[in-house]
């Protein structure tokens, strides 16, 4: 899957629906109505592009730690909402263990390792044991089917070390 060309198919799309001057009307019923129709691996997280923020409240970035390890979640501008439940503007969060985000697959429903946590109650911290060393988290907020946003809405890694 070429995503640039993709992002340029998108743009080029929303270029043309904005130039015609259809007034924008309510987002359910603009895909029926949008004259060259988005690729379909767009469509599943698609709607109003949230502006959320998320980012980890602890541990701190090259914190050494021991086990068992707290990680706070923190969200700005979006509410949380367990998985499967379809409410606007809500996700839920995801944690990335060791898992670089260029190599998760962004267009599809997560997968669930042992290295990508899901919190589909809602949760909002958990505790994690790892191996000693060093590893990185990385937070990515997701919609009730699991699939990110588009922007993706990823924290920044951190990176800790286990004693
Ligand atoms: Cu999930």
Do not use: W
Not at 26 to 37: D, F, G, K, Q, V
Not at 67 to 83: C, D, E, H, S, Y
Not at 129 to 158: E, N
């Amino acid at each position: 899957m070429n995503r640039s060309l993709c992002f340029l198919i998108a743009s080029l799309a929303l270029g043309a629906a904005a130039t015609a001057q259809t007034p924008a009307p309510t987002p359910a019923a603009a895909p029926t109505t949008t004259p060259a129709a988005a690729p379909a691996s767009i469509a599943p997280a698609a709607g109003a592009p949230m502006q959320a923020e998320v980012y980890i409240i602890t541990p701190h970035n090259g914190a050494t730690l021991s086990n068992p390890i707290t990680v706070r979640f923190g969200l700005k501008g979006a509410g949380i909402a367990p998985a499967g439940v379809k409410f606007d503007n809500t996700g839920h969060h995801h944690l990335l263990i060791d898992t670089p985000l260029a190599e998760v697959k962004l267009d599809a429903s997560l997968p669930t390792t042992d290295k990508i946590l899901h919190f589909g109650k809602g949760q909002t911290e958990t505790t994690l044991t790892l191996a000693p060393g060093k590893h990185s988290l990385q937070l990515l907020f997701a919609d009730a089917a699991h699939v990110p946003f588009k922007p993706v809405i990823a924290s920044k890694p951190i990176s800790i070390i286990v004693k």
